[in-house]
């Protein structure tokens, strides 16, 4: 019965942090179908005081929110433009929150508890089975078409026609740099669970597990979205800073062979498929595209690195620097008397996070959005001395993304905002020193 119900916490788990349209019920995402189910849960229990009225998180988060719409609102209707993208982030950002409740409540339903370590490890799960269910694509083409069957045309990462105009692999509706973004912040929260264990020593069966996903993620992630290479890099980097100022030698030893066992393995498998097989041929040279080049030519280049560096593009007018045009998304389809820069992507030709951000709502807006990223991110910190330090990586992969695609990471950070409301009052101290098992 257990097993059952940690089936259902993990599709939970899939519908919650790659949301998409069901084909046959196209009217709403699993994002939106979650988030209504968990608003009417908050509510149930609030008149059953079950659940407090008010949070200091939630209604600080709920706040800034606000605050980012209403200067959305300031620039659309300054600009006399039609463009609402943001002006709903306080609706969608309580969208999210309900969704992440829904799930917070039926991890702890399944497990009787609630805690980081839990929630990460069906995250972790869910990171690991989209690039699991990608590689099933890429031999077997029932899981595409029962892909297909399943997911509208209106998903959130468009699985259909634009991956393969771009030659892309995808899992299951996880695709371009929405996917590379949820795989790199997870990606650091492996390491960050690795080598910040309060464990003495792993237990062999979950070292594996942890280091065989990471190595998964970061490979056929790669593959999805070069993106996650910015979470691979964060969590190496935070191993190395483990490595050199841990006290724990027996941890540190357990783990780095794990790690080095799965590198090797990695790398071996890698060089086989590179050299027998056409498919994983043409998306491993994508996935490392600037090592191929470092070792090809003796430099550093990338495709999209260029594309990239042609993005950043810069307002012309103190007008737009202060409350942004307007625009978001690309205007010239939607709206008739728009007479600007041609450009079938994204307004400006950019795609770039603070830039398309800077274009929206100006330095204003950005300023405040990213304070309630900043916030949101503290608010996690402030729940664990021990996981402190990985909220703030969270935060830090968010804006160094942002520097490449306009997405933010506050779905990551909502779960885990329910934690303390969720807390039995005799068991607080299961934020602190976890007992999630693995």
């Given at each position: 019965m257990k097993s059952i119900g940690v089936l259902f916490a993990f599709i939970v788990a899939v519908l919650y942090f790659f949301p998409f349209v069901f084909y046959f019920f196209p009217i709403a995402n699993t994002k939106m179908i979650l988030g209504v189910m968990g608003l009417c849960a908050i509510g149930?229990?609030?008149?059953?005081?079950?659940?407090?009225?008010?949070?200091?998180?939630?209604?600080?988060?709920?706040?800034?929110?606000?605050?980012?719409?209403?200067?959305?609102?300031?620039?659309?209707?300054?600009?006399?433009?039609?463009?609402?993208?943001?002006?709903?982030?306080?609706?969608?950002?309580?969208?999210?929150?309900?969704?992440?409740?829904?799930?917070?409540?039926?991890?702890r339903f399944v497990h009787g508890e609630i805690s980081i370590p839990l929630v990460l490890n069906y995250l972790i799960a869910v990171c690991a089975f989209q690039c699991l269910?990608?590689?099933?694509?890429?031999?077997?083409?029932?899981?595409?078409?029962?892909?297909?069957?399943?997911?509208?045309?209106?998903?959130?990462?468009?699985?259909?026609?634009?991956?393969?105009?771009?030659?892309?692999?995808?899992?299951?509706?996880?695709?371009?740099?929405?996917?590379?973004?949820?795989?790199?912040v997870i990606e650091m929260c492996i390491c960050y669970m690795l080598y910040s264990?309060?464990?003495?020593?792993?237990?062999?069966?979950?070292?594996?597990?942890?280091?065989?996903?990471f190595m998964l993620i970061a490979v056929v992630g790669n593959m999805i979205a070069r993106t996650t290479s910015v979470g691979v890099l964060v969590g190496l980097a935070y191993c190395l800073y483990a490595l050199l100022f841990s006290k724990d030698n027996t941890q540190k030893k357990q783990v780095s062979l794990m790690f080095l066992f799965f590198g090797v393995l990695a790398i071996v498998l890698a060089v086989l498929l590179y050299n027998n097989n056409q498919t994983y041929h043409e998306n491993l040279r994508f996935a490392f595209e600037g090592f191929f080049s470092l070792w090809e030519n003796g430099?550093?280049?990338?495709?999209?690195?260029?594309?990239?560096?042609?993005?950043?593009r810069w307002p012309e007018t103190l007008h737009t620097w202060i409350i942004g045009d307007g625009y978001f998304n690309n205007p010239v389809r939607t709206d008739p008397y728009y007479i600007g820069y041609q450009w079938k992507g994204f307004y400006m030709g950019s795609d770039v996070g603070f830039v398309r951000f800077i274009f929206y709502f100006g330095l204003v807006g950005l300023l405040v959005f990213s304070i309630f990223m900043?916030?949101?991110?503290?608010?996690?910190?402030?729940?664990?001395?021990?996981?402190?330090?990985?909220?703030?990586?969270?935060?830090?992969?968010?804006?160094?993304?942002?520097?490449?695609?306009?997405?933010?990471?506050?779905?990551?950070?909502?779960?885990?905002?329910?934690?303390?409301?969720?807390?039995?009052?005799?068991?607080?101290?299961?934020?602190y020193i976890p007992v999630a098992k693995v």
């Open positions: 149930f229990n609030a008149s059953k005081s079950k659940l407090p009225v008010a949070n200091n998180a939630i209604v600080l988060t709920s706040v800034l929110a606000f605050v980012v719409s209403f200067c959305a609102l300031v620039s659309v209707v300054v600009n006399e433009k039609s463009d609402y993208t943001y002006v709903s982030y306080f609706i969608s950002m309580w969208v999210w929150l309900g969704a992440a409740y829904f799930l917070a409540i039926v991890i269910y990608a590689v099933l694509i890429m031999h077997f083409p029932f899981f595409d078409n029962l892909q297909r069957s399943i997911v509208g045309s209106l998903g959130m990462a468009e699985v259909g026609a634009k991956t393969r105009a771009l030659e892309r692999i995808h899992g299951f509706s996880a695709a371009l740099d929405f996917s590379g973004t949820r795989f790199a264990s309060p464990y003495k020593r792993w237990h062999k069966t979950a070292l594996f597990l942890y280091a065989g996903c430099e550093w280049n990338t495709n999209s690195n260029d594309i990239l560096v042609d993005m950043y900043i916030t949101v991110g503290r608010l996690c910190m402030n729940l664990s001395r021990r996981f402190r330090l990985m909220f703030f990586l969270a935060i830090l992969i968010n804006f160094i993304v942002w520097f490449k695609v306009a997405t933010d990471l506050f779905l990551f950070f909502a779960p885990f905002l329910w934690i303390t409301m969720l807390m039995e009052k005799d068991a607080e101290y299961k934020i």
